[in-house]
């Protein structure tokens, strides 16, 4: 089957979409991408244990940004129902893997497994996006700690590998320790990406890299450091 795969966008959210009187206008960039009139959304929130509260108040910004229903692929607590998810996410014109914690959402696809479904999904040219956690998800490690109090135990896991990408999302603050640390456990000369709240990362089915909405920063490993390149701007 030949690859079809749409643009992916990895969002970082924020407190401040929260706060925009009208459409977000990185979800709105998303929505409008498809060529869809109110497309469906599949919302995949396996990194927050499809959160209801939280799901109730991102289905309002996707549906204020342009998109139309917007139903739960449920994989997580006692509704979890991986044949209805896959039916839900098959049946949607967009999937969109919600914020959280990226290695407990990991794990939901992992047990359900789901990973060679949803690759299959991306290549025949559904459109995914994420926010946050999710859009770490999507790309290709993260990083944990064994011991939280041990900086040596450090570890990467494996992610969707859909964007062939190391990046961190919303990490400004703390001038992107977590997305440093797991560059260490990269190879020389690894590139890695820090999505500012704001922001996204454009993969291109292609490979090429754009940013939309904001910059953002780029690191590459050198010995041990990161050191930063020019930034991706709009």
Known sequence: MPDRRAPLYLIAGGPGSLRVRGPDPLIKTVIESTGVSRPTVAYVGAASGDNAAFRLIIGG???KAGAGRVT???????RADADEARRVMSESDLVF?????V???MRVVSDHRLAPFLRGLLTSGKPFFGASAGSIMLAGT???WRDPDDDASAELFSCLGFAPVLCDTHGEGDDWA???AALQLHPA????YGIVSGSALVVEPGGSLAAAG???HVFKKRGSGAVPLPDLEP
């Open 178 to 180: 977590e997305l440093k």
């Open 97 to 101: 893997f919600s914020g959280g914690d």
């Open 72 to 78: 739960l692929a449920p994989l997580c607590g006692k």
């Open 61 to 63: 910004l996707l549906r």
């Open 214 to 216: 904001g910059p953002v």
């Open 189 to 192: 000369g690894a590139t890695a």
């Open 142 to 144: 993260w990083i944990r």
């Open 103 to 105: 290695e407990e959402g």
